[in-house]
T-cell receptor
Framework: QQQVKQSPQSLIVQKGGIPIINCAYE??????FPWYQQFPGKGPALLIA?????SEKKEGRFTISFNKSAKQFSLHIMDSQPGDSATYFC???????????FGSGTQLTVLP | NAGVTQTPKFQVLKTGQSMTLQCAQD?????MYWYRQDPGMGLRLIYY???????DKGEVPNGYNVSRLNKREFSLRLESAAPSQTSVYFC?????????FGPGTRLTVT
């Protein structure tokens, strides 16, 4: 049972484009929604995270949009660069639990 | 400050062989985890340890055992490896909900 559904599976954009990755969750008890970035041969690294009391969070070129009523959240990458080419994972957690539930991942390629 | 370290980086096993994956963290985190990563399936939790001396099953625990040796170290053991356990294994630690992952162990079972 996949509690966090992520789309698309892969995404190709030109440099300067704005890739958008979407995630949907089922468990309304989730209260922490991080995004992880993973380069080939490396472990995932925390990129940005949001809690459901805000609808948007921006850190540099990365923005999370959060829609609590739709149980959806998305990652936008402004002015994307070839160095952003990586696999991106959304995840969700409940405050009382210590486990992260991950989406299936999106492989992003930014063409020069 | 190395963060989360894992050994070995690569391993090839024959079906039925056993091995232990080692993980250590130097961030004084209470919680530690073992995940496996398979194409198209994201990361799935195998076992976790909320604190020293405790361990709990995750989503896919069958075929694995764990030991929380002390606060720093959390090992994953495959008693009788199967081809279905071919995967990339990540150890992680967390404090206050923020997870830090190790570099991974790529395991192939033939």
């Amino acid at each position: 049972q996949q509690q966090v559904k992520q789309s698309p599976q892969s995404l190709i954009v030109q440099k300067g484009g704005i890739p958008i990755i979407n995630c949907a969750y089922e468990n309304t008890a989730f209260d922490y929604f991080p995004w992880y970035q993973q380069f080939p041969g490396k472990g995932p690294a925390l990129l940005i995270a949001i809690r459901p009391d805000v609808s948007e969070k921006k850190e540099g070129r990365f923005t999370i949009s959060f829609n609590k009523s739709a149980k959806q959240f998305s990652l936008h990458i402004m002015d994307s660069q070839p160095g952003d080419s990586a696999t991106y994972f959304c995840a969700a957690n409940r405050g009382s639990a210590r486990q992260l539930t991950f989406g299936s991942g999106t492989q992003l390629t930014v063409l020069p | 400050n190395a963060g989360v370290t894992q050994t070995p980086k690569f391993q090839v096993l024959k079906t039925g062989q056993s091995m232990t994956l080692q993980c250590a963290q130097d961030m004084n985190h209470n919680s530690m985890y073992w995940y496996r990563q398979d194409p198209g399936m994201g990361l799935r939790l195998i076992y976790y340890s909320a604190s020293e001396g405790t361990t709990d099953k995750g989503e896919v625990p069958n075929g694995y055992n764990v030991s929380r040796l002390n606060k720093r170290e959390f090992s994953l053991r495959l008693e009788s490896a199967a081809p279905s356990q071919t995967s990339v294994y990540f150890c992680a630690s967390s404090q206050k909900g923020e997870f830090h992952f190790g570099p991974g162990t790529r395991l192939t079972v033939t």
